[in-house]
């Protein structure tokens, strides 16, 4: 099989090709730092999560987090967390998985304790709801540049996110426009389009080096799987990176490992025409 057009375009040419200012930044990061690695922060506290943001800052374009895992939230976390972004220049991926109706996405967003529209630059959603959930979310998040991209398909064992699923949600995304949905999470390029000027990002997580999966389901491939056979732009990397023995060093080096890997797998899939 051909490779997909835009698995052989430079992230520096696809900036043009999108109007989401999320989603530009996003790749001018990735061009600028040399990065496709998303460190994914799935620690319980606010302490914890921050030390492990400074120490893979430098090396990822994104950090994800799950911000009600954290037992400390508080604002005062989310606004070190915005500093940390603009100081180390990634951006920021809160892992909601929104899936209710648009009225009480757009509240889930917004409000509450977490109020993660006000720190959040990207932001994910089930599509099961319908295309009200992509309404309710861009009434809160497109007025502030926010960005936000769907569950095509999950990385876990027995996921019902395949097939016809996985394609009703790019048909989704695609009927939306591309002005606040800028991509998938995904685990290879979906056969998408780009001879009218659409690109879509897609996220894989399910990335490892060392292990092959856990014991609750998830499943690892490499970078070089994820991002030059599959076609993915970020991979998204969590216990692998933050979970390395070692001390503070250690997650510094393995952030820098699987950076390489990334970027080595992107240059080589650039070469393939
Ligand atoms: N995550 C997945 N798979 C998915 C989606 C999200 O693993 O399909 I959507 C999240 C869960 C976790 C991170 O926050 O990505 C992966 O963490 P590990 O690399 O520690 O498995």
Redesign the pocket.
Known sequence: MSPHPTTLLPYSERIQLHTNPTAKRILEIMDRKKTNLAV?V?VTTAEEALEVVRRVGESVCMV?T?CDIIEDFTLAFSEELVKLSKELDFVIFE?R?FADIGNTVSLQYSSGVHKISSWADLT?AHSVPGPGIIKGLSTVGQPLGRALIL?A????SG?LAVDGYTKQTFQMAKDAGREFVVGF?AQSRIDTDISDGEDWLILS????LAAKG?SLG?Q?RTPKEVVGDAGADVI?????IY?IKGGEQAVKDEAERYRKEGWKAYEERLQRQ
Do not use: A, C, T, W
């Not at 997580?205 to 490892?208: E, L, Q």
């Open positions: 994914s799935d994800k799950h892992d998985k994910n569950l398909e999950m990385s876990s996921s999470i997580p399910g990335v490892g856990d998830q690892y998204i990397v969590g216990r692998g979970g």
